[in-house]
């Protein structure tokens, strides 16, 4: 019998720093910064935003954690880094989506 081994997932509150062309910049937990395109979230942004990201390990996912650097996830060309440690594995596939939390638009 074989028994697929799968890291478990992992929710993880983000906040919407800034809008730049295509791009949001998100800040997450630890302070850090990273951009992600407007085509990731199924909603529309805003700065102030706060959310949710929802990484499920699957086999079938469409990110795939790299092996040199499991915190770089890539999809068909496109990159998607999550500066937090210990939060994916190497090798492994996921499903990722945003869950928009609230916003507060800031003039």
């Given amino acids: 019998?074989?028994?697929?081994?799968?890291?478990?997932?992992?929710t993880i509150s983000i906040h919407v720093d800034r809008l730049e062309g295509n791009y949001a910049v998100?800040?997450?937990p630890n302070e850090a910064l990273t951009?992600?395109?407007?085509?990731?979230?199924?909603?529309?942004?805003?700065?102030g935003?706060?959310?949710?990201?929802h990484l499920l390990p699957s086999p079938i996912?469409?990110?795939?954690a790299r092996y040199e650097n499991p915190s770089l996830l890539n999809?068909?060309?496109?990159s998607l880094i999550i500066p937090m440690d210990n939060i994916t594995r190497a090798g492994f596939s996921y499903w990722i989506?945003?869950?928009?939390v609230r916003c507060e638009y800031q003039r």
């Avoid at 935003?49 to 990201?53: K, S």
């Fill in 26 to 28: 998100l800040e997450w």
């Fill in 49 to 53: 935003c706060h959310l949710q990201m």
């Fill in 61 to 64: 996912g469409v990110f795939r």
């Fill in 1 to 10: 019998m074989s028994y697929w081994i799968l890291p478990l997932g992992a």
């Fill in 97 to 100: 989506f945003f869950e928009r």
């Fill in 75 to 78: 999809r068909w060309g496109q």
């Fill in 35 to 47: 951009a992600v395109q407007y085509e990731e979230f199924p909603f529309e942004i805003q700065e």
